[in-house]
C-alpha cells in the first residue's frame, strides 16, 4: 500500500527524539491496508515500528492502547506502545495520531505455509481474547456496522465509475438479503475483528504477537471467528483441514454454544460484505479505472459464494 502520510526523515528523527531515541534509518511498509506504517533503527541497533493512524484519532489510539495493556494482563501476546519522554502514550504527526511500538521479531505466513497448527494456534489465542472482554475498557461498537458500510458505498456512487457501483449495488443487495436473517442475543464483547495473517507474527512455530488492534470493538464472537476463519482458512476454496483445526482450537477454549454454531455461516456473511465494502472504498477507488487494486473485493464475494454453497456444514458435523 502506499503511504497515505510520507514522512521525510526530519520529521521522523524529531518525532522519535520526543520518545528518548536517536534515528539511524527507517523505511516505509508496505503491510496493512488502512495506516502508514514504519520501521526504525536507532545508532545502537534497536529496531521499533512507527505507525500514523490514518482513520481514528487521538482518543481512538488512547483506548487501543488501554486495550493492548490489559490484554498483555491477561497474557495475551501483545506489543506495547512506547510512552514519550512526558509519559503520554500518542504523539501527533500532521494532525494524526503518531505512535511508536517495539519491533517484535518473528514473521507473517504466506497462505502457501499456513498449515492445521498455525490455525489452531490462531483459534486459541482468538478465544483468549474473547474471554479477555471482562478486562478490557469500555468499547463502542466499531467502524463496521451494516450502518457504516452502506455509507461506505455512497462513496462508490459518487465516484461515477460504472463497473464499481454496479459492484457497490451487489454488495447492497446482499445486505438486504442477509439483514434480516441475522440472529440477535449471541454472546459478545471484546473482538478484535482483523485478524487476518499480517496481523500474527510467528517465531519458531509459536505465535509472538498478535497485531492491529485498531478495529477491536463491542462485538458478536461467532462473527470474529468467521473473520479470522475466513482470513486464515481460505485459499482457493475453504480448507476444511484449516478451518477445523482453527474451530477445535477455539472450542477447546471457549466452547461455542448451538445458537453460535447455527449463525456462523450468516455472520460469515457480514464478514463477507464488509470486506467486499471496505475493499470498494479503500483500493479499488484509490486506483485509475483499469488499473488493478491492491485488494480485491471480489475475493470476499467469493467467500461468500463458499458459504452460501455450504462449505461449513461439513466441519461443523464433525467438530
Known sequence: ??????????????????????????????????????????????????????????AGAETEFSLLEALARQGVPVALPRPLVDGRRVHEFQGKPFAVYPFVEGEILCQKRVDEAACAAVGEALARVHLASAAAPPLGEGRFRLADLRVRLERVDASGRPDLIAAADVVRGLMDKYEPQRASGLPSGLIHGDLFRDNVLFREGRIAALLDFESASRGVFAYDVMVTLLAWCFGDGLDVRLASALLRAYQAVRPLSEDERAALATEGAFVCLRFATTRLTDFSLRVPPGATPGRDYGRFLARLEALEGGALAEILRNL
Open 1 to 58: 500500500m502506499a503511504q497515505l502520510t510520507p514522512l521525510a526523515a526530519a520529521d521522523a528523527a524529531r518525532l522519535l527524539a520526543d520518545y528518548g531515541l536517536s534515528l539511524a534509518e527507517w523505511r516505509p511498509l508496505d503491510a496493512g491496508s488502512v495506516n502508514s506504517n514504519f520501521t526504525f533503527t536507532t545508532p545502537e541497533g534497536q529496531r521499533y515500528f512507527a505507525r500514523i493512524y490514518e482513520e481514528q484519532g487521538a
